[in-house]
């Protein structure tokens, strides 16, 4: 199949799923779409949001539309590593033999990931990047396609362990979650105050959304357009020759290099979901919040003054 064909029928499928996933999902379409986007670009993401907005319904239903192998690891303070890479026991014939965590799955759940110590945040580190796991001197490969969404609280702060800049780097989207409007609301209550259940039905097999990321990888990008979203990028460093007047004030620290690629992956995904077979700079300016959120470190000033992530990023146009 000619790369033509196969991203007309990735724009179809693409729909398909979207509505599978809505016969549970009512309304965050903007979420879901960020979500999306991250797999097919074959990133990870972080939910920001308070308890109670369907993080953990939204990825259980993705990972069933999608056909893919789910686990949820609820983080506490007393999680050790093993408990999420598995461990080796010595069997009845007096062998070592590892039991798998349940970070060999195709998406992860990892709810609340800054309640646990970042000894055990870190386990997470190795399967993100590398996707692959190391225990006891062994090197086990996580089965592909391999999604990490962890989902983070942001108003209950006390007990929990931040996630480190270097940790948060490694998410391609930070996405924020916002409560339902009225009449979302209305209609979630309604749908799910009855003993009718949705059926969702699997979509995808691994090996095509492993195809399709390859795919979107393929994706051909103008110089012009990849020169825009590293000077966007690089806008974002304070003190530095193309610095914003507003990144100068309110910005510790901007985003480092994985940010331009991220953008340049996320803005080729969002541009075969539209049937585009290039990317241009308003598909880059459409995945920059998600992307560029997490990874600008405000000084005392920003928080003080109340000068949010989307005024900055929003300059950088």
């Not at 890479?85 to 010595?90: A, D, V």
């Not at 209550?189 to 009718?196: A, G, L, P």
């Amino acid at each position: 199949m000619s790369d033509v064909a196969a991203i007309e029928q990735f724009v179809k499928k693409y729909k398909d799923l979207k509505a599978e996933v809505s016969k549970a999902i009512v309304g965050q379409d903007d979420v879901v779409n960020q979500i999306l986007i991250s797999i097919f670009s074959g990133g990870h993401a972080l939910l920001i949001g308070v308890p109670g907005l369907a993080k953990t319904l939204m990825v259980n239903t993705i990972a069933q539309a999608l056909g893919l192998d789910f686990k949820r690891i609820q983080f506490t303070p007393d999680l050790m590593p093993s408990d999420i890479l598995g461990s080796e026991i010595l069997d009845e014939n007096r062998q070592f033999r590892f039991i798998k965590g349940p970070i060999f799955a195709n998406i992860i759940l990892a709810d609340e990931i800054n309640r646990t110590p970042p000894k055990t945040q870190s386990a997470l580190l190795e399967a993100m990047q590398e996707r692959a796991v190391t225990v006891a001197g062994h090197h086990y490969q996580l089965n592909l396609p391999y999604f990490v969404l962890a989902t983070q609280n942001p108003i209950e702060q006390e007990g929990t362990y931040p996630l480190p800049e270097a940790q948060l780097d490694r998410f391609m989207f930070a996405i924020n979650l916002d409560y339902p409007s009225f009449v979302e609301e209305v209609q979630v209550v309604k749908t799910t105050t009855t003993d009718i259940l949705p059926k969702i039905n699997p979509l995808f097999t691994a090996q095509e959304i492993v195809d399709f990321q390859t795919l979107i990888r393929r994706i051909p990008v103008a110089d012009n357009v990849v020169e825009y979203a590293v000077a966007m990028v690089g806008k974002t460093r304070p003190n530095t020759p193309s610095a914003t007047n507003l990144v100068n004030e309110f910005v510790d620290w901007g985003a480092g290099p994985r940010a331009s690629q991220n953008l340049i992956l996320a803005a080729k995904t969002h541009a075969a979901i539209q049937g585009k077979f290039s990317p241009d700079i308003e598909n880059v300016q459409a995945v920059a919040n998600g992307i560029l959120r997490h990874r600008i470190i405000k000084n005392y000033k920003a928080e003080a003054e109340g000068v949010s992530d989307e005024q900055i990023i929003k300059s950088l146009f």
